[in-house]
T-cell receptor, first 113, second 112 residues
């Protein structure tokens, strides 16, 4: 158990809809990262927050947005969903703003029908 | 564009065999990490290497960081079915504010 929690574990929705994925980092970690992993693919970095502020952006679509709240939990919002958005979405956390030694949550499997 | 190339992309071997997975880049890394991911689960950090030429061992797994800190290898001795998974390397580059650059992964299957 990494100490990072993600909800929900599974999410099935329809094209055009909007969903919110939630992540709670390990106790004491200030950085949260979001990744997308499509079937049999590597990790695609989406975005990082550190102590409530956006720190780095990767290949995140404009239809996607994220935020980190004062209690350090984070949410990833995906809107106008397309079939190609079906993937595993992982949240990771680390103590420092640099990307070293990230601890991953169990992921949310999103299926868009 | 900073790239971290992993090879092979896929490896299927018999239990008891040895194997090596490689992670190569033209970039110099301040540190490099190896993760293992099992199907449907999040990656789990195995090791972090920091010093050029560094070798770390984790039971039957041996990790080496290249002298120039541009490459790394993971060697597994006497592979077991429990080693099956996706192995990912990720390097931290000082020029990119220490953000991690991720390899695409090596999918390893150990057949009993």
């Amino acid at each position: 158990d990494s100490g990072v929690t993600q909800t929900p574990k599974h999410l099935i929705t329809a094209t055009g809809q909007r969903v919110t994925l939630r992540c709670s980092p390990r106790s004491g970690d200030l950085s949260v990262y979001w990744y997308q992993q499509s079937l049999d693919q590597g990790l695609q970095f989406l975005i990082q927050y550190y102590n409530g502020e956006e720190r780095a952006k990767g290949n995140i679509l404009e239809r996607f947005s994220a935020q980190q709240f004062p209690d350090l939990h984070s949410e990833l919002n995906l809107s106008s969903l397309e079939l190609g958005d079906s993937a595993l979405y992982f949240c990771a956390s680390s103590v420092y703003p640099q990307g070293n030694e990230q601890f991953f949550g169990p992921g949310t499997r999103l299926t868009v029908l | 564009t900073q790239l971290l190339e992993q090879s092979p992309q896929f490896l299927s071997i018999q239990e008891g065999e040895n194997l090596t997975v490689y992670c190569n880049s033209s970039s110099v890394f301040s540190s490099l990490q190896w993760y293992r991911q099992e199907p449907g689960e999040g990656p789990v950090l195995l090791v972090t290497v920091v010093t050029g030429g560094e070798v770390k061992k984790l039971k039957r797994l041996t990790f080496q960081f290249g002298d120039a800190r541009k490459d790394s290898s993971l060697h597994i001795t006497a592979a077991q079915p429990g080693d099956t998974g996706l192995y990912l390397c990720a390097g931290a580059v000082s020029g990119s504010n220490y953000q991690l650059i991720w390899g695409a992964g090596t999918k390893l299957i150990i057949k009993p």
